[in-house]
């Protein structure tokens, strides 16, 4: 990096991109309140906040795709008004999102070519791509199916895509959530390369390690207003995170593993042939996971993690019985709610739409999970199945207060939950049955900094009351943090856990990428 | 420039609740602007079609042969009648309602209805001199298994091949037109029917009964209301109808649920063809009292549309079956004294099925025109 040393004290002039003033009134709520902020050129710049806090808001206004009440941007010193993302795109504002808009079947070049006019042929975009994916160090195959590229490199063809428009400002939500610490690195080579050229980079991130890393200058928001501006780089994590929510935030509190004798999940040469094109097959996965312990299973996305959760709650079924036993129950052929009926809880990685029906209420989203496990409590009628609303209602109410979820209404639809609370509501769903064995995938994506430590904490605690916790995740400050017992999934195979203490980083980037060694599928089933 | 369907952050619940009745006065004004093209006085025209048959007697009979406004007492007449067409309706709607809640598009119930009317027909037909207190429930039933069969067919397709169930549902209609044309012309025809195609009178035990003495209303309107409860109970009180509304929303919720998207199709069809089977032997053996040719009216396709402009509950459904039921009547009178096709019936369905599904669509989105720079907001 030292060449680019030069760049790190951006030159104070115009500012590129200046807002001044931004209001942005939902029905009641006050979404961004009188936002000032300006991002110098050739800077990454980050934007930091907890969920709600409305950078989301924020950034939608630049992109054009809400327009603010009050307030105005100035870009290059001249006042704009943008109506609408293509808009942005013209002025060469750039928008990477979260959640990709990629198209599996296509190629990577028939992808980036669906944002561009029917005229430009493709063997153009081909070697505007191949030509990019050089200059940036973003190896990329424009002739690549994108199903069956890794999330890295989707998220490249989403970054090449941008480039594709020449951007004098690119934003970033969250690029790093779905990389590998490996990957992570490259992109912030990119990164700096785009700054040395002299382009500016709004950068949004709840790690603040990476903020530190990267960038020169950060705002911060609260509750839709803007409460500090500051270089990362004179702070601590710490300090920015205390920042972020308004206070300390707690530490969580890891005892000594808890793990007893007793077997409470065991996966037995588990193998799942994959269901379509783009699923991964589980092959030989041997777990076992003891009461009072969390074993943490990190890996690159798309590596068959999904396919586990489903193999071990039941959303899919095994071919051999005994390939799945939990609480010394055979459950193998065995569906999702007999499972739950012995004890087995689940909390999947996405939150809308799978965990809980977006338009459904939150007691209606308590019965979704538990109308077979508490069906004496929850149904009444006899085999008629009356649903008995006052019940799971006051369920759903413990659970509210004892995850501390914030909702605007007494019983809103799950939708209507940002997502850190949804998450929260989900997890303590599960919680709250006081079950035997958890399977948790992804506890933490994309939540406030705030509500992960609560869910964390949360995890610690039910596994040191004797339940066995197993967490699925690709956030490994997350995994080390949680786990006792850590084991890496990559192309469909477990390696086998190992205490958390002989683990490092480097080990477990390794085999993420799947280096063979210990990735063996022998595994001991005691 | 083109269109973009842009969702709204939160429905109006005024709005959702005013929708079918907007779609009314939206199909009236369209209707209106038909009449006018077609060189009609709208407003006689549109009097004539949905108001006038509730007055009218239009009876062709030479007692009844008089078509001026004078009667503006309601005529109980038409009124029955309504009540006869919004039967079978109601009834096919309802099942429709529990199958596109589950996210399952049977668009074949006219062919569940047939069929259903035509399995209901076997026992009087074959055992025309069985009279029993056993006779009538078991055509009923025999309707219902009938039905449901039929619809058991691109249920299983669905779920054991992923056949698109809107093409083969729809396609097993025209299979059962020919069936029962061909059965009603063939095996079943009745020897002392002077070359008619239709079955044997049935036996009374065979026979719904009238509401009251010399009605063409029958029992089968009361089945229909007592149906529409059950099933409003079913779908707001009980797990099933839980199960109903996730899959239909969020399949992959449902399966975390623990609920079979593959069960829920077959149960979906199941209900629904049996529930149309049963306004098919309602029909056949409450209006009509044997098994003819002229048992398709369409009426498994109208009931699509009772579904929607109902919002898919049950006790809507009811009110829709008796607004679509009108359009028939209307059509029918409107024939006479307009002199115009009774085909302007069936626009005035399309029209309403448009107008409803618009009206759902425009209250949950809004429609932006991009690349415009005066943007709709």
Known sequence: MAATQQFDEPVKTVPLLEARGITKIFDTLKANDNVDFAIQKGEIHALLGENGAGKSTLVKILFGSLQANEGGVLWDSAPVTVRSPSEARELGIGMVFQHFSLFEALTVAENIALSFNAATPLENISTRTRDLSTQYGLPLDPDAVVGDLSVGERQRVEIIRCLMQDPRLIILDEPTSVLTPQEADTLFETLFRLRDEGRSVLYISHRLEEVQRLCSAATIMRHGQVVDACDPREETAGSLASKMVGAEIDEVVHRESAATDKVVLQLNNLNMPSTHPFAVALQNVNLQVNAGEVVGIAGIAGNGQGELFGAISGEDVAANADAVVIDGHVVGNLGISERRKIGGAFVPEERLGHGA???????????????????????????????????????TKRVVEAMDVRKSAENPPAAALSGGNLQKFVVGRELDRKPVFLLVNQPTWGVDAGAATHIRQALIDLAASGSAVLMISQDLDEIFEVADRIAVMADGRLSQPEPTANMTRERVGLLM????????????AA | ???ELQKRAGASTLFSILSPFIALVLTLVAGAIMFVILGKPPFASLYSYFIEPLFLKFDMGPIFSDFSFEGIVPNGWSLEQILVKATPLALIAVGLAVCFRSGNWNIGAEGQYLIGGMFGAMIPVLFNDWN????????????MLGGALYGFIPAILKSRFGTNEILTSLMLVYVAQQLVDWIVRGPW????????????????SAVLPSLWQHADAHYGAVIAVVAAIAVWFMLAKTSKGFEITVLGQSPRAGRFAGFSAKNMTVFAFLFSGAMAGLAGISEVSGSVEKLDDKLSLGYGFTAIIVAFLGRLNPLGIVAAALVLALSYIGGEAAQISLGVSDRAARVFQGLLLFFVLACDTLIHYRVRLVAAVEAVA
């Not at chain 1, 308590?366 to 008995?388: C, E, N, P, T, W």
């Open chain 2, 132 to 143: 029993s207190p056993l006779t009538l429930p078991l055509v009923l039933i025999m309707g």
């Open chain 2, 189 to 204: 025809r009745d020897p002392k029917g002077m070359g008619f195609p239709g079955t044997k009178s049935f036996n009374e």
């Open chain 1, 513 to 524: 990428a799947g280096s063979s060694d210990n990735v063996d599928a022998s595994g001991e």
């Open chain 1, 357 to 395: 029906v977006p338009a459904l209420t939150l007691s209606d989203n308590m019965y979704l999970a538990r109308h077979a496990s508490d069906s004496d409590d929850f149904q009444s009628g006899g085999s008629l199945k009356v649903i008995a609303k006052n019940a799971i209602k006051s369920a």
């Open chain 2, 1 to 3: 420039m083109r269109l």
